[in-house]
């Protein structure tokens, strides 16, 4: 007779179990997805199943199918289909992504308010388009990683392919998600970690998002969407360009996604649409003189490197101007140096020295040998030797590593027949980088000058066996 009434007794609780699972089934049922992914020629990736975790298409499902996916579609359980628009967050280590799902009136699973423990139930419920009931076990086991987050470990009968499903409670309040399919055991990661899945600041360097075509978010922290911005004109011109998009639609008053667009509308040769975008920035920015400075900087790029593209709008002088503007709502030693630079590609060679000049007045000896190499190409061509010559042994004096500053030495030196000078300094940078050709050809020609036409020869030869295109003419002409 016990053991009748505790068969009925088990019986009457297992009834329940199902008639509670029943009772919020079909609610669940809206929330199941089946996601399917793409490569970019348009064959299947593979398949998982997932669900919503919000009403406005957040979303969640198993990663792999994700990797190298160029698109990826999700079915919901009346076969209605939408495109996933945006990744969210992803972990390889747990086989999970966060995705958002074009569906603004999605239906998302509400989440456990409390973690279940040992020996609760807990369901599964599988995607499917006809009328199924989830599949029932037992957590065995709740181990805690990350400090916060439960991995359970329960009893399970999944239907094959369960992977990315729900799992849910009594209560039809998802605690966790599918990880596998499982056989006699289920595994499930919690809720809360996908749920606090999100893009950081470096999130474009991560593996397991490259590994994914489909758009990136970025922060929702303006500093760090920022760092986002920045890291992302490293990437693709098309994430580059998904991520300016997506920084101007979160950050719509704040000058950075415009200024990155300016400079990608350049590169595209739309300089007009580059004007527009610096227009947009300037309205936005505290910093009009950086506005002013940046358009300098594009006018003076696309005349160096893109002069054939017609633009009349932009010319030198209108980049000069700019710069000039800059400075004058902000002086800065930034803005001088780009006005001795703007000067010199201008041919302007003596105000460029004079720029330069300025420049060093206001920074002092915190120059680096950038600035003097720079400051001794004006002051060359404005025919200022002396100089010049002092320039670039200051630019040695700061940066003994670079052989071209001793090479312009030594040719600024035989130029202005200083032939002891030019042997000295050339002998001095072969000690050091014996293939250099231009100096073996500086010191040939000042051997000869000095009378050592054997020595002479015998370098520019070296010139010659190392590749240098000038020295056969010079010895044909010396061997006479």
Not at 264 to 270: A, H, S
Request: contains cysteine; proline residues 3%.
């Amino acid at each position: 007779m016990r053991i009748r009434n505790f068969i009925i007794a088990m019986t009457a609780l297992t009834a329940t179990a199902t008639a509670a699972a029943q009772s919020w089934n079909d609610k669940v049922k809206k929330s199941v997805l089946k996601i399917t992914t793409y490569k970019a020629d348009g064959s299947v990736i593979g398949t998982s199943n997932g669900f919503y975790l919000s009403d406005d298409g957040v979303a969640t499902a198993a990663y792999a199918p994700f990797k190298n996916a160029q698109k990826a579609i999700v079915s919901d359980t009346k076969g209605k289909e939408y495109p996933v628009t945006m990744i969210l967050g992803a972990n390889d280590m747990y086989d999970v992504v966060k995705f958002k799902v074009d569906n603004n009136k999605a239906s998302g699973l509400q989440t456990a308010k409390a973690a279940p423990s040992e020996g609760q139930k807990l369901y599964v419920m599988h995607y499917s388009t006809s009328h199924v009931n989830p599949r029932e076990g037992s957590i065995t086991k709740a181990e805690t990683f990350r400090d916060t987050y439960k991995y359970y470990t329960f009893t399970a009968n999944p239907v094959a392919g369960s992977g990315g499903s729900p799992v849910l409670n009594s209560n039809g309040e998802a605690v966790g998600m599918m990880q596998g399919d499982g056989t006699d055991m289920g595994y499930a990661l919690d809720i809360n970690f996908i749920k606090d899945l999100k893009m950081g600041a470096l999130s474009i360097n991560d593996a397991t998002l490259r590994g994914i075509a489909i758009p990136k978010d970025i922060p929702e922290d303006y500093t760090q969407a920022q760092v986002a911005l920045y890291m992302a004109a490293n990437a693709s011109e098309d994430i580059y360009q998904q991520t300016i998009d997506l920084f101007i639609s979160r950050f719509p008053d704040k000058p950075e996604g415009y200024k990155a667009k300016a400079e990608l509308d350049y590169m595209r040769n739309n300089f007009k649409g580059a004007e527009d975008d610096l227009a947009q920035a300037e309205k936005y920015t505290t910093d009009k003189a950086e506005i002013h400075s940046q358009r300098a900087k594009l006018i003076f790029q696309k005349n160096t490197f893109k002069s054939d593209v017609s633009y009349p709008d932009w010319t030198m002088d209108k980049a000069l101007q700019e710069c000039i503007t800059a400075n004058s709502i902000s002086p800065q030693p930034l803005y001088i140096y780009q006005k001795a630079e703007l000067l010199f590609a201008m041919q302007r060679y003596r105000e460029s020295v004079q720029a330069f000049n300025e420049y060093k007045g206001m920074m002092g000896d915190n120059v680096d040998h950038q600035f003097y190499f720079g400051r001794y190409q004006a002051e060359l061509q404005a025919k200022l030797y002396q100089q010049a010559l002092a320039d670039i042994d200051s630019a040695i004096t700061k940066n003994s590593s670079m052989p071209t500053y001793r090479a312009e030495k030594a040719n600024l030196q035989y130029r202005l027949g200083q032939f002891d000078d030019a042997i000295n300094t050339a002998e001095d940078c072969l000690s050091q980088y014996a293939d250099y050709s231009d100096v073996h050809l500086i010191l040939g020609l000042s051997r000869i000058r000095k009378g050592q036409k054997a020595e002479g020869l015998a370098s520019l030869r070296k010139a010659q066996e190392l590749g240098n295109p000038q020295a056969a003419a010079l010895i044909e002409k010396y061997s006479r």
